[in-house]
């Protein structure tokens, strides 16, 4: 099993910056892929960015350019620098970790931006 707690979400303004964190309760090293999600009011969960325990990088197209997933495995934690913030970017953003065909989930952080 894994654990995982987000961290980092606020209101911030259209532009601007967050950082989330998802710290693990095992090494990182030991599950298939770390992932980012978010799910708006009334929509679907959608995949934002994810990792791989070899190091391969995905994002959204939405994202592409503005969010930046990155790891500290001695941490056992993966983060998500969010820049140039966009309206559309107001969800709950959940961490995911698959291992052994699993997917644990974290509970999630509300980001919310602001106009």
């Known amino acids: 099993q894994v654990q995982l707690v987000e961290s980092g979400g606020g209101l911030v303004q259209a532009g601007g910056s967050l950082s989330l964190s998802c710290a693990a309760s095992?090494?990182?090293?030991?599950?298939?892929?770390m992932r980012w999600y978010r799910q708006a009011p009334g929509k679907q969960r959608e995949f934002v960015a994810g990792i791989t325990r070899f190091g391969i990088i995905n994002y959204a197209d939405s994202v592409k350019g503005r969010f930046t997933i990155s790891t500290d495995n001695a941490k056992n934690t993966v983060y998500l620098q969010m820049n140039s913030l966009k309206l559309d970017d107001t969800s709950v953003y959940y961490c995911n970790a698959i291992s052994e065909l699993t997917n644990y989930w974290g509970q999630g952080t509300q980001v919310t931006v602001s106009s």
């Open positions: 095992r090494s990182i090293f030991s599950v298939n892929a």
